[in-house]
T-cell receptor, first 116, second 112 residues
């Protein structure tokens, strides 16, 4: 079966710009979570969407936002980009948001964002 | 104190040896524990999960959980060069949210 698809794979943006990243979950999965991964901070949770509603939110500023569509595809947006936003952004697809093999908690390949 | 702590490494072991990766967590009420492997340039993939005190074995991998001491470890027996990767520990804390908190990972290098 198809995996978790994230687009684009790589992105270079300038400070102050905004960016939109996309994630298509595994068919049948209704939960999409987003993480930011950097060498310094590791994997940090951004937010989780379930059935088009934001169900959980991490400790990131309001510049980071997201949404989920009726087909479960999700987008995250970062406005007014800062150099520190350079990171690997990973989305996770799962049946209901819970980790563990039973729930199919699967990471996408990620989008590598570089802010210059 | 970080919620989930791991030694960043690198941990270097010879091929065929046992690699021991450790993780400590601060929330005594944590419920569920996961080990992910992440190859360079790739996304994390689940290796093991453990919920109860004791050992859980799956092939060459053994997860060990000690809730009293608040640590979870991953043993890799007969380590292979293909095991060289970063290993991430993830913990679901108490309090209702199922969102896992990840450690920063330990880099493992298995040399021939």
């Amino acid at each position: 079966k198809a995996g978790v698809t994230q687009t684009p794979r790589y992105l270079i943006k300038t400070r102050g710009q905004q960016v939109t990243l996309s994630c298509s979950p595994i068919s049948g999965h209704r939960s999409v979570s987003w993480y930011q991964q950097t060498p310094g901070q590791g994997l940090q949770f951004l937010f989780e969407y379930f059935s088009e509603t934001q169900r959980n939110k991490g400790n990131f500023p309001g510049r980071f936002s997201g949404r989920q569509f009726s087909n479960s595809r999700s987008e995250m947006n970062v406005s007014t980009l800062e150099l520190g936003d350079s990171a690997l952004y990973l989305c996770v697809s799962s049946l209901d948001g819970k980790p563990g093999d039973l729930y199919g908690y699967t990471f996408g390949s990620g989008t590598r964002l570089t802010v210059v | 104190q970080k919620e989930v702590e791991q030694n960043s490494g690198p941990l270097s072991v010879p091929e065929g040896a046992i690699a021991s990766l450790n993780c400590t967590y601060s929330d005594r009420g944590s419920q569920s524990f996961f080990w992910y492997r992440q190859y360079s340039g790739k996304s994390p993939e689940l290796i093991m999960f453990i919920y109860s005190n004791g050992d859980k074995e799956d092939g060459r991998f053994t997860a060990q959980l000690n809730k009293a001491s608040q640590y979870v470890s991953l043993l890799i027996r007969d380590s292979q060069p293909s095991d060289s990767a970063t290993y991430l520990c993830a913990v679901i804390r108490s309090g209702g949210s199922y969102i896992p908190t990840f450690g920063r990972g330990t880099s493992l290098i298995v040399h021939p």
